[in-house]
């Protein structure tokens, strides 16, 4: 007892009391500094919040990115990431789980992910899945091969045409039917035009200063013969961003044209010819590969042609002989100078027949073309006249004239100075009374007179 009273145990004891204070010391801060561990949340340099372990961000991250998909029915990716610093902080220090998600929400863009088509380098759209993008790129090519001339040797783009995965803001997704549509009639916007009663391609095309050859190649659903009131028809010609390209083997029969040989006769005029010998086109057997890009021929390999029939040559009989003077030139020249003063058609309950020109007496009359007179004298109603026949179906003639320069019988040149204006004949005033007949019929000179 008396040991342990000693000062050696004593001091001994006092020893042991304080390890056994620093170790509980050292177990209670060891608890204390487990139990504050911490991590400070940042969204790029800014910190959002403190959490106790990494995960309870990430998991609210996820939560974020899954809420979106499926709001708008396409995966969504946060455009930031989390950085976690750790730090120790007690609890009330803490962010709950709602501050922190309503934080990040506030803080944060989103990217879908999507498919996008690119074009010889160039992006044109984006779909939202992969089977879209594909679909596009197989209905662009499908387009072109469901109705082939013969057998279908290749198909391909003309471009380089991919499909890659992506990241987009959501209003960069475009429509599968509206990116296909894009692609297939190009950037420029489709103008079109409604048919209406009596309108067809060749008033569409004067009225937008087309061609009509343009305006059928822009429609070529539509048959120019058969359009109907109310089709709409396109006013662009189409340019797709993808050109199919297409192989084609086919085979058919051709038609293969004659030529034409010309023969000289001095025995007939130079404005005559005649055909000696009918031309007759002959035919072959053709097997070649068709190239068409997006539906249009652009380049035909011959493999094989085989001369079923040989083509006739035509032989055409031209005259040397120099035109005489009068002989008729198919075209009217205004027979006398002055005022229009009657039309052709019905006056006064009767039938006018020929027009009126109004001029002085003695003003001089012109043969409107060459020919032959017919007629030159009196003739009741039309006073003095005179006819000529030009020999090619029409013939001419001039009335109340005060005096005539030409014979029947003889030939006049067009331009010929014949008679004279008068007022001879049944007639109100002096004027020349013209009338142009066509194979015996009246018909209005006013529309053959240049």
Excluded at 14 to 28: C, E, N, P, R, S
Excluded at 96 to 114: H, P, R
Excluded at 137 to 164: A, H, P, R, W
Aim: aromatic share 8%.
């Amino acid at each position: 007892m008396s040991e342990l009273n000693s000062p050696y145990s004593k001091r001994l004891l006092a020893y042991f009391m304080v390890a056994v204070i620093i170790v509980l010391g050292f177990i209670a801060y060891k608890n204390n500094e487990i139990k504050t561990r911490a991590f400070a949340v940042y969204l790029e340099e800014e910190q959002i919040g403190i959490v106790r372990t990494e995960e309870e961000a990430l998991y609210i991250i996820e939560e974020i990115e899954n809420n979106l998909s499926n709001t708008y029915s396409a995966k969504c990716i946060l455009d930031k990431d989390l950085t976690f610093e750790a730090t120790h902080a007690k609890d009330e220090e803490l962010s709950s789980a709602k501050e922190l998600k309503s934080t990040i929400s506030s803080k944060l863009d989103f990217l879908v992910v999507g498919y996008t088509i690119s074009i010889d380098g160039q992006d044109v759209g984006t779909v939202k899945t992969e089977k879209e993008a594909e679909d596009i790129v197989e209905s662009m090519k499908n387009q072109y091969t469901s109705n082939v001339e013969g057998d279908l040797k290749e198909v391909e783009f003309l471009e380089e045409v991919k499909i890659k995965k992506d990241e987009v803001p959501l209003n960069k997704l475009t429509p599968k039917e509206d990116l296909f549509q894009y692609i297939n009639l190009g950037a420029d916007e489709i103008k079109t035009h409604l048919i209406e009663v009596g309108e067809s391609f060749w008033t569409i095309a004067k009225m937008y200063n087309m061609g009509v050859d343009d305006l059928i190649e822009a429609n070529p659903d539509k048959n120019p013969e058969r359009l109907q009131i109310g089709d709409e028809i396109k006013l662009v010609i189409p340019t797709s961003l993808m050109t199919v390209v297409t192989v084609e083997n086919v085979e058919y029969v051709k038609d293969t044209d004659y030529e034409t040989i010309v023969e000289n006769d001095d025995s007939m005029y130079k404005n005559q010819q005649k055909i000696k010998v009918e031309g007759e086109k002959g035919q072959s057997h053709i097997v070649s590969n068709k190239i068409k890009h997006n539906g249009r021929l652009v380049d035909e390999e011959i493999l094989e042609e085989k001369v079923l029939k040989e083509p006739i040559d035509e032989l055409v009989v031209k005259g040397t002989k120099e035109i005489p003077k009068t002989m008729a030139t198919g075209v009217f020249a205004m027979p006398t100078r002055g005022r229009f003063s009657s039309g052709y058609g019905s006056r006064w309950g009767r039938m006018h027949r020929g027009i009126d020109i109004a001029a002085k007496t003695g003003t001089p009359i012109n043969a409107a073309d060459g020919g032959k007179v017919t007629f030159a004298g009196r003739q009741s109603g039309y006073g003095y006249m005179v006819e000529i026949d030009h020999e090619n179906g029409y013939k001419t003639r001039y009335a109340h004239c005060s005096k005539l320069f030409v014979s029947k019988g003889d030939r006049v040149y067009k331009g010929e100075h014949i008679a004279n204006v008068g007022n001879t004949g049944r007639s109100t005033g002096s004027h020349l009374h013209f009338e142009v007949l066509k194979n015996g019929v009246h018909v209005n000179p006013s529309k053959y007179v240049k």
